[in-house]
């Protein structure tokens, strides 16, 4: 029998339109002395992987101490059990997972993994300068491709995400002065770079 289970925080819980970051996949199978206690034991665990998939899949470089698992239950908005499979002691479910997109901001930079500020263009060495980016999109899977693409260019030598949210980020990208080549780079990969108001916008083209 599948069971829908639904999950809200009694803390920081926004307006329903509020910002959330999906995370679906999620696979558990646990063992335990009675189907309850391995359903209860599996969901705990779901909740620190959906977490993990989270940082792993936008924040690779940032991966570290996991907070609490009560911190972690406050940063989920809601969860849904896709797939379920049980025996007398066996709980075996895949998840999906939605988190509050501002609250992991918040104890992202509360933690110290992304810098509250950064300046907007700063001079580093005489070959070196570091740009802000302001990326937009509309899917997770828009900005992964955005921030694997900013990675993977020989000319950017680092990349700081400073805010993020469901629809934009901050970046700071330390790269070669010659920015014509990375847009060009970006450009071949369904990227355009832009100036906009004293610093770049970085958007998946029309």
């Known amino acids: 029998m599948k ?6 925080t009694f803390l920081f819980l926004g307006a329903a339109k509020a910002q959330v970051i999906t995370v ?3 696979k ?3 063992t335990a002395e009675s189907l309850a206690v391995a359903r209860e034991q599996a969901l705990d665990q779901a909740h620190e992987l959906a977490f993990h998939k989270l940082l792993s899949e936008n924040f690779p470089e940032k991966l570290g101490a996991l907070p609490s698992h009560d911190q972690i239950m ?3 908005t809601n969860f849904s059990i896709d797939r379920e499979k049980t025996t007398t002691k066996t709980y075996t479910a895949s998840l999906t997972f939605q988190f509050d997109a501002p609250h992991v901001q918040s104890w992202l930079q509360h ?7 950064n300046p907007l263009t700063s001079q580093n060495t ?3 300068s570091t740009l802000k980016l302001r990326a937009t999109y509309t899917t997770l899977a828009q900005w992964r491709h955005i921030k694997k693409t900013l990675e993977g260019c020989k000319d950017i030598q680092k990349l700081v ?3 993020f949210s469901s629809q934009n980020a901050t970046l700071a990208v330390t790269c070669n002065q010659d920015i014509e080549k990375v847009k060009q780079y970006l450009s071949t990969n369904g990227l355009v770079l832009s100036p906009h108001e004293g610093g ?3 958007s998946p083209k029309d």
């Open 200 to 202: 770049w916008v970085i």
């Open 3 to 8: 069971y829908a289970w639904v999950l809200v």
């Open 24 to 26: 679906a996949d999620i």
């Open 28 to 30: 558990v199978s646990v």
């Open 161 to 163: 995400v400073q805010n």
């Open 126 to 128: 005489s070959n070196e």
């Open 111 to 117: 933690q110290g993994n992304i810098p509250a500020k």
């Open 74 to 76: 406050n940063l989920v």
